[in-house]
């Protein structure tokens, strides 16, 4: 759902009235008065509506209180609704509601064995939605011991907000690296979980870059092997 506050100010900031609102919105007064009251909740059509009408970023969108799991079919279709141009063709319909970066940013670190396209466009989304809650995201993380995954994320988020010239997003970047810092495991990880072979590992061990090293991750993925970054 989308705080009622939120919704208040949104409206008030455009100058309309709760009746003009709902006009635009295609629903009553009294309806809108309970969304912005908090006493209904927006069903998904209507909440892609109000997206677009009050023009608010995904990254305000509500966050549950803790991540849930998504299989790969949902993520990278949210991530191609968020504009993601590796899954933009899994966009899903208005009839699905859109998601908070940071809440399909925790889901994927959770998933046991991620598929590697997916990996692959999680740096994007840290770039792209680098406003996203941080502090959120890190909880979740650690919650769940993959805050080692998130740090080689936001690395390689970081690199290619670097090559971009974007400063603002590397400080911001930069700035959840140290976050993350005092709590990087020293367990290894990775994102294939145990579908890796010991052979595999071994190789990775050796051949991984050396931030993945330092984030004890089993990665071989590098910034220039990221395909759908702009």
Not at 54 to 61: E, H, M, N, V
Not at 187 to 206: I, T, V
Request: charged share 25%; proline share 7%.
């Amino acid at each position: 759902m989308v705080d009622g506050n939120r919704l208040r100010a949104l409206r008030e900031q455009r100058g309309w009235t709760q009746r003009q609102a709902a006009r635009r919105l295609g629903v009553t007064q009294a309806y809108l008065s309970m969304l912005e009251s908090g006493r209904r909740q927006a069903p998904p059509r209507l909440l892609n509506t109000m997206a677009r009408l009050f023009d608010f970023p995904a990254t305000a969108l509500p966050l549950p209180p803790t991540a849930g799991g998504m299989a790969d079919a949902e993520l990278a279709e949210a991530l191609g609704g968020l504009g993601y141009s590796g899954f933009r063709h899994l966009a899903p319909g208005s009839e699905s509601p859109p998601r908070n970066p940071a809440e399909l940013l925790a889901a994927a670190l959770c998933v046991p064995t991620l598929d590697a396209r997916l990996v692959e466009a999680l740096p994007w989304l840290a770039l792209e939605y680098s406003d996203l809650d941080w502090t959120w995201v890190v909880r979740e993380a650690k919650l769940r011991d993959r805050q080692n995954r998130l740090g080689y994320v936001v690395v390689l988020a970081r690199k290619l907000a670097e090559k971009s010239n974007r400063p603002d997003v590397v400080q911001r970047l930069v700035e959840v690296e140290e976050l993350l810092e005092p709590s990087r495991l020293a367990r290894e990880d990775s994102f294939a979980g145990n579908a890796l072979s010991e052979a595999e590992r071994r190789w990775l061990r050796q051949s991984r870059p050396a931030e993945a090293r330092h984030w004890n991750l089993l990665t071989d993925l590098t910034v220039e092997q990221i395909q759908h970054a702009s």
